[in-house]
């Protein structure tokens, strides 16, 4: 059976002879008989060192979900792409960066075993917390505050995930490392991030009025590159991809406005941008890039632990 993947025209493959539905009716049915009791909801503390990624998207998160579709789009790809290396019994799965739970939803459908979320951001983390009281009241799950990079992971998984995250870690291969540390025998870790292209075209409104580049604070991957990185760390690669998604805007200044309420846009830079400077950069937005659209460049990776 194919499936049409959210990336374009690449398609993925269910398990060949139907495997998948069985798949779901046992997580089903094992969800019915063993989670009757109460669910019980773990937020655990831990020390953050990048705060103003911590402060950017809490302050953002009561509007996160409106504007951030490319990050939802991410986490839809990224999910499809993990479906056929699924393990056949109810698996430990820790999500890093969960965010408002774009991702975390589609990983509590799967009735796991146990299911670990970890985010930067406490506010974040209350957004994902009321969505699984919507939609899953029953769910056992953990919520833990912390930054993935400094932060001792709070156990052993058979699956990691990680979406619209690792772009903004300083050391991807010290994390990776860490994660396959934190993998049980034959575990798996699938990846989501923006590549190099993304927002390209604020990237070159921006030197052109400024004279600089812009500084994000994050550190984009290419496929090819977080393969290799993956590998290096010794996993075996599953599979990857990488598609463009464009997002739309009304204007400009609402292109501009909706990164900020995504909280993506509190780096500060070596020059001010003063209000003077603000409208020449919608100005030079609307020449260069007349629709008023943002480039997302989604990359997405499955990997399994060796040995």
């Not at 056929?84 to 739970?101: H, K, V, W």
């Not at 991702?103 to 917390?129: C, N, V, W, Y």
């Not at 058979?158 to 979406?163: A, E, K, M, N, R």
């Not at 900020?260 to 030079?284: D, F, I, N, Y």
């Amino acid at each position: 059976m194919i499936r049409r993947s959210p990336f374009g025209n690449r398609n993925l493959r269910f398990f060949g002879n139907g495997n998948i539905l069985e798949y779901y009716r046992k997580q089903i049915t094992a969800f019915l008989f063993l989670r009757k009791r109460a669910a019980v909801s773990l937020y655990s503390i831990f020390p953050t060192v990048n705060e103003n990624v911590a402060k950017q998207f809490g302050k953002h998160s009561e509007t996160y979900d409106q504007v951030a579709e490319a990050q939802e789009e991410l986490a839809d790809g990224l999910f499809e792409l993990s479906i056929p290396f699924l393990p056949d019994t109810l698996p430990s799965i820790f999500e890093i960066g969960c965010g408002t739970g774009f991702l975390s939803l589609q990983l509590a459908s799967l009735f796991p075993e146990r299911l670990d979320l970890l985010d930067i951001s406490g506010q974040m983390l209350q957004k994902t917390q009321e969505k699984f009281r919507t939609f899953f009241p029953q769910m056992n799950y953990s919520l833990f505050q912390g930054d993935a990079e400094t932060t001792d992971f709070p156990g052993m998984y058979d699956l990691i995930y990680s979406s619209a995250t690792i772009q903004w870690f300083s050391n991807l291969k010290a994390f990776l490392k860490k994660t396959y540390e934190a993998l049980n025998p034959q575990g798996k870790i699938f990846l989501g991030t923006f590549g190099k292209e993304t927002a390209r075209e604020l990237a070159r409104a921006y030197e052109k009025v400024m004279g600089a580049p812009l500084i994000t604070g994050t550190n984009p991957c290419s496929e090819n590159d977080l393969c290799r990185l993956t590998e290096k760390a010794g996993f075996k690669i599953l599979d990857s991809a990488t598609a463009f998604y464009t997002q739309h805007f009304d204007s400009p200044r609402h292109f501009l406005k909706s990164l900020s309420l995504m909280g993506v846009t509190g780096v500060p830079q070596k020059t001010p941008l003063t209000k003077t400077r603000l409208l020449e950069l919608e100005a030079a937005l609307k020449k260069e890039n007349p629709t008023s659209s943002c480039t997302w460049e989604l990359v997405i990776l499955g990997a399994e632990k060796k040995g």
